[in-house]
């Protein structure tokens, strides 16, 4: 049979239409898509987080997205009416400026199980907290026997050309820069202490990596040794066998306050909802507590066992008096100031 | 005759209208509303004014990071350029079979993704990388050298990945130079030397500014490797769109940025079509 020219662009044409309008096929509606973080997180979310969303939901369809919490941002707000992301995983920082933008529905607190037995510091009316970033000290324990115990170990000369840190673009390069001016004399309004102290210490750096992940590809080269570190990142690495240990140094781990988010003019709500509830239940946060994911649990139910409590804090009192919360608002207003002056200053 | 005779060696220019369309719709239309979006004074779109571009062209921090990212353009190019020619040189004066293990090997990079081109080197210029590790076998050197974040790591690891863009244009000039031309300049007593300045290398301009363009085109938009093997200080024009978009949500100014610099690759593209034209010439 021969095919004419119009019936074969007017196919094309049709086909085309299809794939670009959705609506006109009555397609099924989109998969839950769920914008964890990169790398370690996504895997444990992966492993843990979807089956347990499978089984509340009887294998709803979910997808997951990985991608940074400021891309999250940028790709919500480009998109507001139809966003491409159901639920967005914050750190504390994009997390305010995504609340402030008016990106994200309020949780619905009264439907949920497990909202009421969080700890108080994560039940967050527009978006709970499901865990706790950690950062403090990474570095090699082979290269380097004696364990660091406080943030100016960084400067000790014996580590001369092999400290490495991030620029402040990320949430732990910010926090690790007021973590330094708090110890001269600073706060979150002020960091200019941690920009002279930084001064100091460039003759010990080896490599100011672009983001945090390049860290621990650097661990795994051998091109630095010590650096400030985010607890969960290393622990990929360590089960691939590259020799790298963390440390919370004396004056207290950053703990990041981690919120997990509905979009609003989200299509799927109700399904996000599910997977928030199996993000706080018990079960998925013990689960996720254990080796090789060791995430950091809020929720109350929880008993802390294991590398968390051995290294972290023993139960849910020691974390709050352990762990540093800093408040992000205030760091928030001066953020991009201080991103353009470490652009400016900090050359190696 | 009064008949009009339809012209037969042109084309009727409403066939262009379809992809002029989709072009003016998925290209110069998004292109108008960036301009449009480099206007606003500050992210919130209050107002509108050319405050953005006099905030990037007044400060010497953002003019610097414009220079130095075409600086390494220039360098990259050229060690291309220094680099690639013998190869093509070679591909032409090689036997049939050896030339296909030159154009494997010149095409072996562009298949491979960028990324994981750009993490090999990496590898080969870390601490522990193969560079150090061989100069150490030697006895060169007693301490490992910083060769990764630094410049001259950059530009040898861009020059690699730009690589094959830079050989195949030259490949497809030297191919069409007439052999005889060169063996008439030796019958008439030019040296080896002569004969590549007064003969060769104009016949080859037009292939050199092909690839020249390609190569530095594609090193200063180079956002994967300059960032991977540059580290966090270097700053160059793609990681500070992406900075001041993405990490500070300042959407005018990244537009503003991003529209400077398209106007200063295109300045580059057209500098260089104008010595294409001038080299044809010569070469004619």
């Known amino acids: 049979m021969t095919i004419s020219r119009r019936q074969l662009l007017g196919t094309a044409l049709t086909l085309g239409a299809m794939h670009a309008f959705p609506g006109l096929t009555m397609a099924q509606a989109r998969p839950l898509v769920f914008a964890t973080f990169t790398g370690s997180w996504e895997e444990a979310h992966k492993d843990v987080l979807v089956p347990a969303f499978r089984k509340s939901t009887s294998n709803a369809a979910i997808v997951l997205d990985p991608m940074l919490s400021v891309d999250q941002i940028s790709k919500v707000t480009a998109a507001r009416a139809n966003p491409p992301i159901d639920v967005m995983l914050h750190d504390p920082g994009p997390a305010l400026v995504a609340i402030d933008n008016g990106l994200v529905q309020p949780y619905p607190v009264d439907k949920s199980a497990h909202y009421k037995k969080l700890l108080p510091d994560a039940q967050v009316a527009t978006g709970p907290a499901p865990f706790f970033q950690v950062v403090g000290l990474t570095y090699n324990p082979d290269k380097i026997k004696q364990a660091p115990t406080s943030w100016s170990d960084l400067w000790k000369p014996e580590y001369k050309g092999r400290v490495g840190i991030t620029n402040m673009n990320s949430t732990l390069g910010t926090g690790f820069m007021v973590e330094i001016a708090k110890l001269h004399g600073g706060s979150e309004a002020n960091i200019d202490g941690a920009f002279k102290a930084i001064e100091q210490l460039k003759p010990s750096l080896a490599a100011v990596a672009a983001n945090p992940g390049q860290l621990a590809t650097l661990f795994q080269q051998g091109q630095i040794d010590i650096s400030p570190g985010n607890f969960n990142a290393i622990q990929i690495l360590k089960a691939r066998g590259v020799p790298v240990a963390f440390v919370a140094p004396k004056e207290g781990a950053i703990a990041f306050k981690t919120t997990v988010h509905i979009v609003k003019n989200s299509p799927n709500a109700e399904l996000a909802f599910k997977l928030i509830e199996a993000a706080l239940s018990p079960e998925v946060q013990t689960t996720l507590m254990q080796p090789p994911y060791l995430i950091v649990p809020t929720h109350t139910g929880v008993i802390m066992k294991g590398e968390i409590a051995q290294v972290l804090a023993k139960d849910f009192a020691d974390l709050k008096k352990k762990f540093v919360f800093q408040d992000w608002k205030t760091i928030n207003q001066q953020r991009s100031a201080w991103i353009e002056k470490f652009n400016r200053e900090i050359k190696i | ?284």
Request: aromatic letters at 10%.
């Open chain 2, 1 to 284: 005759m009064t008949t009009a005779i339809r012209p037969v060696t042109t084309y009727d220019t409403r066939l262009a209208w379809p992809l002029g369309l989709a072009f003016l719709a998925f290209f110069v239309a998004p292109l108008v509303m960036l301009f449009v979006l480099s206007l606003q004074a500050d992210p919130k779109g209050t107002s509108y004014g050319l405050m953005q571009y006099t905030q990037f062209l007044g400060d010497l921090f953002s003019l610097g990071v414009l220079a130095s990212t075409l600086w390494l353009g220039v360098k990259v190019t050229a060690l291309c350029l220094l680099l690639g020619y013998p190869l093509a040189w070679l591909y032409l004066k090689s036997p049939p079979w050896f030339r296909t293990a030159i154009i494997l090997v010149v095409l072996l990079p562009l298949l491979t993704s960028v990324v994981v081109r750009t993490f090999s080197w990496i590898v080969i210029l870390g601490r522990q990388g193969i560079i150090n590790e061989v100069l150490r076998a030697i006895g060169l050197i007693d301490a490992p050298l910083r060769l990764l974040y630094t410049d001259a790591g950059l530009v040898v690891a861009l020059a690699q990945v730009q690589m094959p863009l830079m050989v195949l244009p030259l490949i497809n000039a030297l191919m069409r130079i007439d052999p005889n031309l060169a063996e008439a300049a030796a019958a008439l007593g030019a040296g080896h030397w002569r004969t590549f300045r007064k003969v060769m290398l104009p016949l080859a301009l037009p292939g050199i500014i092909a690839g020249c363009l390609l190569t530095y085109a594609a090193a200063i938009t180079a956002f994967i490797t300059q960032t991977l093997v540059g580290g966090g200080t270097m700053l160059f024009m793609p990681m500070y769109i992406y900075q001041q978009a993405s990490t500070l949500q300042n959407w005018p100014f990244a537009a503003a940025i991003s529209i400077i610099f398209l106007l200063t690759v295109l300045a580059v593209v057209s500098l260089f079509s104008a010595l294409g034209r001038l080299s044809r010439g010569h070469a004619a």
